[in-house]
């Protein structure tokens, strides 16, 4: 009678489907495949394979990063509008040093005589003199040095701030909206031959920006307050600032921001969207009203 056993039958130890040298016990609860604990990805239940998660992720729709007042996140925490605008106002001051054309080419001027003696200004339908005269400063001299220091300054004082909370679009709408703004009030009140250059209608946009917001988030507004306080004294003290310009640029900003930051939040698309659109339906409309009234009748 024979003793012998029979050979026990060999059994495949089970390994993981990306590296078939590692043994594992462990399945993905969604492919059934095994995964040794590099592949493997915690889920509600069990454990899954980084290819299923992979799958599961291409169907999940992402949310957008909002700022608090609802504008797209950026991604990336560089402030791109507000070093282009200071760079563009440095480029142009720059060309103002080269020529002294491009002054009276691009300054604000309701009309009047040129140099070469033809008229000019917006009545003559260079509306254009309305955005341009934002990016120019006195040319020259230690006015006009001091002139585009302090504005860019300035700018890059408050402009992060307000680009981070804003986002890049509403913020450039700001910015030039107030420019224009302060272009306008000049045009309407003043001599048709006043002119003016500079950014500072625009950066008074952003201090008026810069104090409702403050308020409207609960943030410290005292310093804010502090300088426009000493640059509306400044403004009505010394001559040949244009008090038209800072005016206007701040009481558009003001009115702006209270759009941006008092929207109703099941309506703050369309609040945002709308109010840039209305000021600048409404300056548009300002303009042709003064540029009636200038014009000569037939």
């Not at 254009?128 to 230690?142: A, D, I, P």
């Not at 209608?201 to 000493?230: E, K, M, Q, T």
């Amino acid at each position: 009678m024979s003793t012998d056993q029979s050979p026990v039958p060999e059994t495949s130890v089970p390994t993981c489907y990306r590296h078939p040298s590692r043994e594992t016990y462990v399945r993905c609860t969604r492919c059934d495949r095994f995964i040794c604990p590099e592949c493997m990805r915690d889920a509600a239940v069990g454990h899954q394979c980084v290819e299923c998660v992979a799958e599961g992720n291409r169907g999940v729709r992402k949310a957008v990063p909002r700022t608090i007042l609802g504008a797209r996140g950026s991604a990336t925490a560089v402030p791109v509008v507000t070093y282009t605008l200071i760079g563009a106002c440095v480029a142009a001051y720059l060309a103002e040093l080269a020529s002294w054309r491009v002054v009276w080419d691009f300054m604000m001027l309701g009309r009047g005589v040129l140099p070469g003696g033809e008229v000019g200004g917006v009545a003559e339908g260079e509306w254009y003199r309305l955005f341009t005269t934002m990016f120019l400063h006195q040319r020259g001299g230690s006015f006009g040095i001091t002139h585009i220091l302090f504005n860019m300054w300035a700018l890059w004082a408050v402009g992060p701030a307000l680009e981070q909370v804003l986002g890049r679009w509403r913020f450039l709408a700001l910015y030039v909206l107030s420019g224009l703004g302060g272009s306008v009030l000049l045009y309407l009140v003043g001599s048709p031959a006043d002119s003016a250059v500079g950014a500072s209608g625009a950066i008074f946009g952003l201090f008026g920006a810069y104090f409702v917001i403050g308020r409207r988030l609960g943030g410290p507004v005292g310093p804010i307050v502090v300088l426009l306080v000493i640059n509306l004294v400044i403004t009505f003290s010394v001559p040949g600032i244009s008090w038209q310009g800072h005016v206007g640029g701040l009481a558009v900003g003001a009115a702006l921001a209270a759009a941006y930051a008092y929207a109703p939040d099941a309506r703050r698309r369309l609040f945002h969207i709308g109010a840039p659109l209305a000021v600048l339906v409404l300056l548009a409309v300002l303009v042709m009203l003064r540029t009636a009234e200038l014009s000569p009748s037939v």
